[in-house]
């Protein structure tokens, strides 16, 4: 019995041994398992991570572009701004002009026959006024006159030339002159030298200083002057001539017309 028990054991003991060999194989097994497992995940994580990289390196390339191009959005809407006030601005401007055109049409109705009016009103005055420059200031209004008529010569010009004959005639009010010329009297000439003092009175001398005449704007004639006042008059025609120093002279001027 003894034998029969020892070869049992015997036989248990090696059931025990390939049953203990063989659950280590099983468990190597499943160690490789989870090895190779764990690897799989390792390797799918580091290609997750490759991707979350990538994609986070794309991510910031889109904000970065996206505020580059927000930026450019920002400039643009500022220049476009910029450039609307611009036009809103030459608008108006353009209307502004546009008007002054609409007005230079109503202000040259109006000024063609005030220069009209103005050549006509110069040139009675200067045929009602003392006979001193009279060709050259007949010669000026009828150049005026020519020139109104020419359409060569703009507006503005003709304006301009009108008044500068204007200025002209009043700048004779203020003036003393002399200018050598021939005198008609009684049906001779005379050399004399006219000598007039602004508008007040105009006066001849004949050239030797022994007579001397004062022009009567009523009579249209020439009043003789007395002898005494020869001297005067030869002073006044020195100093207009630059040819004596400024002094006081006594000369008869015609009397003032009562205001009717």
Known sequence: MSKVRNKTKIATAIIGVFALASSHLVMADALSDVQKADSKIHAEAATSQTKVDKY?????????????????????????DYVAGLVADQEATMKSIQGDINGVDTLRQGVVP???????????????????NTETRIERVNNLKALLNSAEVTLAEKY???????????EYGGFIAVK???????????????????????YAQSLDGKSAWMYNDETKGWDPLEDTYLREITKGIRIARKQGAPDLFSLPIPAAEVAQ
């Open 56 to 80: 986070f390196d794309e991510a910031q390339d889109m904000v970065f572009e996206y505020g580059s191009v927000a930026d450019e959005r920002e400039s643009l809407k500022s220049y476009n």
């Open 114 to 132: 005030l220069m009209f009016k103005m050549v006509d009103a110069l040139e009675q005055f200067v045929a009602l006024d003392l006979p001193f």
């Open 160 to 170: 301009r030339l009108i008044l500068d004959a204007y200025s002209i005639e009043r």
């Open 180 to 202: 050598t010329g021939q005198l008609e009297l009684d049906g001779n000439e005379a050399l004399v030298d006219f000598f007039n003092l602004g508008r007040v009175a105009l």
